[in-house]
């Protein structure tokens, strides 16, 4: 199995490096720093696994997906996050991601999601399955609040993350929360989707 392994941060790409080193299944193990970089190593290589950390860097894995399965439509892709609540769970399910891990969970957590997936089959790990399935059996307001409302009014007008954290005087994590809570109220995987549903229910104003 060659695994392609997509984050920002050099300490998660060792360890993981180091860890899959271990499975005597892994054939090769690359890196990617950034989806400049993911993009050109998928230019010239093929890989049968992708994980991918959601925020990674400047971009949303969520957003990225489809981008990076028409480059390489038969590898898997696994989210690979530090983030479990339920929000971000749903969108990256919507999103496409094949199976989801957590940056907490152990070594056989991780050896079963690449061999699950490799077997054209979804994986969740345990940690995030109980999150889902909490979710699942919840009622979810469907209304969007006063500042999510904004949020997508800014989004339609094409304001980046930056830029709309900057003029609401919040941070860009806090942005990032606020969109992916809409996502999973409008049930969309991507900010196109967002903006369509938004425009066609007259939720914003054009």
Do not use: C
């Amino acid at each position: 199995m060659r695994i392609l392994v997509a984050d920002d941060h050099f300490l998660v790409l060792d360890g993981l490096e180091v860890l899959l080193s271990t499975f005597s299944f892994v054939e090769k193990t690359e890196r990617a720093l950034n989806f400049i970089g993911l993009k050109k190593i998928l230019e010239n290589e093929s890989f049968d696994v992708l994980l991918l950390d959601i925020h990674f860097g400047k971009d949303d894995g969520r957003e990225i997906i489809q981008e990076i399965k028409s480059l390489m439509p038969d590898m898997k892709i696994i989210a690979l996050t530090s983030h479990s609540d339920s929000v971000t769970i749903k969108s990256s399910i919507n999103a496409g991601f094949d199976g989801y891990l957590l940056k907490i969970d152990g070594r056989e957590d991780i050896e079963k999601a690449l061999k699950t997936v490799m077997n054209n089959e979804k994986y969740f790990s345990p940690k995030t399955q109980q999150v889902f399935f909490e979710t699942q059996t919840s009622s979810f307001k469907a209304d969007l609040t006063d500042r999510e409302r904004e949020i997508l009014q800014l989004i339609v007008q094409e304001k980046t993350t930056k830029e709309i954290a900057e003029e609401l005087f919040l941070s860009e994590k806090t942005i990032e929360t606020h969109r992916g809570n809409i996502m999973l109220k409008l049930d969309v995987r991507n900010i196109a989707g967002m903006v369509k549903k938004a425009i066609m229910q007259g939720m914003v104003k054009i």
